[in-house]
């Protein structure tokens, strides 16, 4: 089979972008919930994001897979690091699942709210992990956007988590802002062009050398 890497780098593009407006969503119906009783908005936006964790596979199977189950295990084979594409959008479905659980149980004590912030803590820790699916060429770019993601995004869960605790509405604000920071760093990235083709290396040979001549 002959593999597209182009396609790669579009559903790259594609799941990045995706992941993005999840993120912004989620940070927008936060802080609108800072001054309004933003249930029935973040009930709608939780959906959305399980919606758009289920659209993050469905690219990987459209474009490096061709909407060939077996098409995609052989373009997966050859690049590995994109299995990391299909744990992101189970952790991004599950996530808005069990924030739309969370919201139907009335935001009581339940434990949907925990399960929630540490399948975005999962995701903010895989973020490191993004840069080992490119080529050596692109990896420290990739190493270091991804790095500055991920950091954000725990940063998030770290702010929600002392919210839970200490009920202060700056934790609340900060991690509304984290959110969208980190939303707009996914929005924006953009692969260059190569990131996934394979590494050519050219051996050349030296100049075969010129045999001596015999003395008469």
């Known amino acids: 089979m002959i593999i597209d890497y182009a396609g790669f780098t579009r559903a790259s593009n594609l799941v990045h972008l995706l992941q993005g407006s999840a993120l912004l969503l989620l940070g927008s119906a936060e802080a609108y919930s800072l001054k309004n009783n933003g249930k029935k908005y973040m009930l709608a936006v939780s959906l959305l994001v399980a919606v758009l964790g289920a659209a993050m596979f469905v690219a990987v199977l459209a474009l490096p897979g061709g909407w060939d189950f077996s098409r995609l295990a052989q373009a997966l ?37 925990a399960l929630f912030l540490a399948l975005l803590a999962s995701s903010g820790a895989l973020y490191f992990l993004m840069a080992w699916r490119v080529n050596e060429e ?66 050349e040979s030296s100049p075969a050398a010129t045999p001596a001549r015999s003395k008469p």
Do not use: N
């Open 77 to 113: 084979q050859a690049r590995r690091g994109f299995y990391l594409f299909i744990s992101f959008a189970c952790l991004y479905g599950a996530a808005g699942l069990s924030r739309f659980m969370h919201e139907l149980s009335d935001r009581g004590g339940s434990g949907w709210m």
């Open 138 to 203: 692109a990896w420290r770019q990739v190493l270091a956007w991804h790095s500055a993601i991920g950091l954000t995004l725990l940063l998030a869960v770290a702010a929600k988590s002392a919210e839970l605790f200490l009920k202060r509405r700056a934790l609340q604000a900060a991690w509304a802002a984290l959110l969208i920071f980190a939303g707009l760093q996914l929005a924006a990235y953009k692969e260059a062009p190569g990131s996934f083709a394979p590494r050519l290396v050219t051996i």
